[in-house]
């Protein structure tokens, strides 16, 4: 039997790229950093998937990708359907229902082995960037007081 012909990286590259008509359109500088322009008709584009998202990143130090994922499925349920990672230290989560999306955005400081994650919804021109955090907000659930201290 005979084996057959390897390919190699070059040729394979070569013919992805046969059929595709690509411009190059050059970025602008905008307060001293270069911006990609995007077109209209490729925001419009944007997979659907991806409004479905919540983006996070953890306040100083990075932790496991399966201790995060066990513990938002833990906290979510069914409702976590997918959990990506960049190599930044981003991750997007899936999540299923725009309600139970809104209560997780709106749920407060939510924290993995003690370490708080900041969230926010994906949205197409979102920047990826970890602010510097001098302090962290904290929510706290108090019940029962007394009107008479409100």
Partial sequence: MKA??????AN???TALKGYNLSY???TRLNDKLVVNLFEEVL???DPFWFD???RYFVGKKLPYKLIESALKHAWGNKLVDMMANDQGFYFFHILGSDFRRKVLDGGLLTV???PLILQQWHPLLELKKDHHTSVPVWVRLKNIPY???
């Fill in 148 to 150: 008479a201290l409100w």
């Fill in 44 to 46: 419009e584009a944007t």
């Fill in 113 to 115: 082995a003690r370490v």
């Fill in 12 to 14: 394979v590259a070569r």
């Fill in 25 to 27: 359109i050059p970025p």
């Fill in 4 to 9: 057959p012909p390897r390919r190699s990286w």
């Fill in 53 to 55: 998202c919540v983006v």
